[in-house]
């Protein structure tokens, strides 16, 4: 069989106490860690370990740690072997993914992740929003029952039968009446910190916009498919002006392991904490999900090499 390996990062929502402890050995990460801690001014390693499920909601935290355990494993993947024809991440892992497919170096990338949380929060604390996963209804369907209303929008279509809504607190709410009178199984509040991947986060994506501007970028050695485009890119500019209207766009996931499939790739690994993105990969026809912290490096190799 000719396998095709993709890697993906997972975004918030995935960390969790301890998502640091089962990362492959990395020489760098106590360093990065310090680069880390200086840059928030907050104690992420004992968060790491120990934080509450609030502690780690909060995004300043959440970032960089994410940042961070997905950088260990994309990279430990990459050192056992591992040949990826591709690189994708779930909202912040994307930034992870652009890093391990070394478009800007890790330290850069921990640079960007921190202003990235930093004005997301801002952004949070001047706005009353709220996430709900919304299940048994796709993307379409589910923008058409909202269709009209104010204040609310389509922030990640996930998989069929799996999309999240972005908003205030009070469309969302809204939005959940409507969308059971159209047939949705169940409406989910996330616990998340705002209003992610919609316009509410204007103010931070215009912050955002103006620091990846700035940024040095190279092309990427491996082809990242991007949240905005769900399609392949290398060209450093293009990557550069998707990252840009990340934080306002949704995340276009489905049609991301949909790109994947046509483009024949086989096999998705998450390299990241959990195994959301795995999970929902399990769905696509056509391609093998593993979760690299659900079943070790060693078994990654057993299937893909």
């Known amino acids: 069989m000719n396998r095709k ?6 975004g918030q929502g995935s960390q969790q106490a301890g998502m640091l402890d089962g990362c492959p ?26 934080g509450s499920a609030e502690d780690l909601a909060d995004t300043r935290v959440a970032q960089p740690l994410l940042y961070l355990a997905d950088w260990a494993w ?24 652009l890093a391990v497919a070394d478009v800007y170096s890790v330290e850069a990338g921990l640079e960007l992740v921190v202003e990235r949380s930093r004005l997301m929060a801002a952004a949070v604390a001047t706005t009353s929003g709220s996430m709900s996963a919304v299940i048994g209804l796709d993307g379409p369907a589910i923008a058409a029952a909202i269709d009209g209303l104010d204040g609310v929008w389509v922030a990640n279509d996930n998989s069929a039968g799996q999309v999240v809504i972005s908003g205030t ?17 169940r409406v989910v509040p996330l616990a998340v910190a705002g209003a992610f991947h919609s316009p509410l986060m204007a103010a931070a994506a215009e ?10 970028f190279g092309d990427a050695l491996i082809p990242v498919y991007q949240n905005t485009a769900a399609s392949a890119a290398t060209d450093a500019e293009v990557i550069r002006e998707r990252l840009m209207a990340q934080i306002t766009s949704p995340v276009r996931w489905t049609e991301t392991m949909q790109a994947f499939v046509a483009d024949g790739i086989t096999h998705v690994i998450e390299a990241g904490p ?3 993105l795995a999970g929902l990969a399990k769905r696509i026809d056509g391609v093998t ?11 990654i190799l057993e299937e893909v090499m």
């Open 25 to 50: 050995e990395n020489d760098d990460l106590d360093r990065l860690l310090d680069a880390a801690e200086a840059l928030t001014g907050m104690p992420l390693r004992k968060l790491a370990r120990e």
């Open 289 to 299: 999900a593993l979760s690299a912290d659900a079943v070790g490096i060693e078994q």
């Open 207 to 216: 912050g955002f916009s103006a620091i990846v501007a700035q940024a040095e």
């Open 74 to 97: 994309g990279t430990g993947l990459l050192a056992s072997g591992i040949d990826p024809v591709a690189v994708a991440g779930h909202s912040l892992g994307e930034l992870a993914a």
């Open 169 to 185: 607190t009070e469309a969302v709410a809204e939005a959940a009446s409507v969308l059971a009178d159209a047939g949705a199984r």
């Open 5 to 10: 390996v993709a890697l993906v990062f997972p």
């Open 274 to 276: 959990g195994a959301v």
